[in-house]
Every structure is written in structure tokens, then in C-alpha cells.
């Protein structure tokens, strides 16, 4: 049964005009039945920002709400992620806090999927209208950005087709500061086009690692970087998974007893693995609340978006700043084609090559196959053999011309990314 105006802050919200309203609001009675009935929200974690974030998205009105999480729920994890107890320890956090979002909140339905979030295809992700980010790894921040960005599509002309548009709030915390943003792909820079953000993790000797280990982290950096390839070369390591965590945690505290070392535990290896700062309650109310109200402001235009990166710091007092970033026209990864220099007589091989090995590019790149339009150019496995002829060819023979957009894909790519080759004078045109 409906609690007598349990909506009315939400109803002075989306059924009067203001002045501070998104481009297109109209008011009125509808925005809240698509709200609570069709419009689909998914939160990517289930951690201490994830628990807040289900919280405040059911009591502003969103109805269906799915959440994504491979972890299951620790000791550690009850002094701040406020839905899991005792006898839930064990137990899947996506699934625990489903549950007790829709015991404790009337009328919203939530959806838990308990798997690594490179286990659903891109039409689970392409369902939604709006994603939000709790995580805590960089490497599935840019996964998630990549998802979000494979969607987009440009026009003739350049711009972004606002049809194939994938909105995406990010939030952060690390210990009192936080931070919350909107990533629409296509308009606001993407998480690749401000990766430079993020600080660089600590690094140790190596000298350090293999002779004197003198603390915790160091037994188990020794663990990632070296014990890791020699004895596990054909696998490649997922700080998501937990085979993998409590392999290196073996092996840490294998080394930690070795040389009397106290002080190593399986959360602190996951911590020094992610490179994890101790999370803070408050600091994961007031960033989620912040990243409700941004999906609360997309989904219904009743208030102009944040633009487009709030940082919040509680360590002296009460501080935010909101910055204005750009979008870097270069990147590769929510751009309309990265411009690329090649002369029209270098061979498919030379340009893949040249791509390789290129500062911004080539990190992206393992194992690249490339396509122009419905073309097959190069493509790794079954088609290899078909398409290998290819590679000697000319550029210029393989695509229209000068601005032409190839696709690259690889194994370390969610979506393909375009290149957009700038043909400039061949060699001999050069001497000539």
C-alpha cells in the first residue's frame, strides 16, 4: 500500500517548471510513471558505494534497478556497507543487497546478477537508460567506459547521434575525498580522455622485492610481479577473481613467513593488488547521494546536469569543486575516428605495425584486426588465412581515400576503435 505522500518532494520536482530545469522538461504526471515503471537503472558494485547508491536510486523513485557484482560478502565489509549482516557473510553481495533493498522499500524491484561484469554481452548493457558506476578498479572503470562508448555513432558530419547515446555516473571514494561524474560518451569527456586523473600506484625496487622484503605490501608485490609469471605464464591475472586473489595471497604470506614479516591478510593483499584505500561511510553517502541526483537530473531533465566533475574533500572540513573537463578529440576510445598519418602506398602490414607501436594507441593493442566498413581487411582466426593477402597490399587499394575510418579490433577492446587515416605524400613524392 502507498504511504500518503511518500512522492511529494519527487512530484514538486517533475511537475512544475523552474528556472534551473534541463533543455526539454515538461512537466507533468508521466515522468514519474516511466521513472518508477520503465526506465532501467543499472549500478555496477555492490561494495560501500554500491550500498548507498541502491538505497538512494529506490527512494528517488527509480523502479527497476538491476546491480552487478562478483564479490562475495566479508567480515570487513559490515562496518560500512550497511545492508550485508553477519549471517549474510559468504553470501553474493549483489544478491543479499537486492534483497534487502526490496524488504526494507516498497514498489522497486531489483535484479542482482552475480558474475564479473565481462561475462554479459553488450546487449545486457545496451538495455539500460542510464548506468552508475561504485567501483573500486581503474581496470573496470575503463571496461565500463569502453562499454558504454561502444554504442556511440557518429553522423556524416561528425557529431554524435544522441539516439545511441549510453549515459554513465561514475563515483569514487578514497578515504575523505571522493569525487562524482557524468560521462556522456560523445559530448563530456570519457574516462580514457581524463585517465590522466588517476595517480600512478606506488611501485617498489625489484632489488627490494627479491632480496629484502621489509613490510607486508613488499612480500606481496613480490607475489603479482614476480611469482606470478614464473609460475603461472599462460594466465593472465584478474584482480577480480577470487582463484586468482587467494592464490596471491598464499604466496604472500609464504613469503611473509620467510623472512619473519608479520601483518599480511587477504584483505590487505586485495587492497595493495587494487590498490585500495580504506573506505569511508560518510564519504560514500555524500558521493552517492551526489551521482542519485545526476541520474535523478538525465533521466528526467527536471534540473541541469553536473558539468561534468565534482570532487569532494571532508579531511579539514566540507570542500567541493566542480571542473569543467574537455573531451580529448584524440581518443581512441569515444572519439569519431583518431586522425593517423600513413602514406597511401604503406601496406596494411606496415600500418598495423606503425599502430603497434604507437605512444597512444598501441597500448590498447595486442593482437589488432581490422575491417573497413562491412569489409574484413584482417581478421585474426577463422579469416585469418582468407585475409591474409591483405597485408601487402596499399592502404590506398583497401579504402576510399584520404579521411577514410578503419576499425580496429583486439582482444583487449571492448569496442572497435576507429582510426581515421590522414593520407600524406608517399616517399617517393617526398624526394621528388
Known sequence: MELEGRWRDLDYLLNRQGNVVGPGFEPGPEIREFLQSDCRVLVVGAGGLGCELLKDLALSGFGCIDVIDMDTIDVSNLNRQFLFRMQDVGQSKA???AQRIMQRISGVKVT???CM???KTLDFYEQFHVIVLGLDSLEARR????VACSFLEYDEDGQPDLATVKPMIDGGTEGFKGHARVLIPGITPCFECTLWLFPPQTKFPL?????????????IEYAKIILWPKERPDDTFDADCEEHMRWMYDKALARA???GIQGVTYQLTQGVVKNIIPAIASTNAIVAAQCTLEALKLVTMCSSGLNNYMMYSGTDGVYTLTTPYERDDKCPICSAGVSFDAAPSTTLQELIDMLMKDPDLGKHLSAPSVSYGSTNLYMRGALEQQTRPNLEKPISELVDGDGSVIHINDRQLVAAMKVRLKFGPSN???DS
Open 117 to 119: 561484469i565481462q561475462e
Open 257 to 259: 613467513s620467510e623472512f
Open 207 to 219: 632489488c627490494t622485492l627479491a632480496e629484502t622484503p621489509r613490510s607486508p605490501a613488499h612480500c
Open 112 to 114: 542482482p546478477h552475480h
Open 143 to 146: 571496461y565500463m567506459n569502453s
Open 95 to 97: 544478491n543479499i543487497a
Open 428 to 430: 617517393g613524392e617526398m
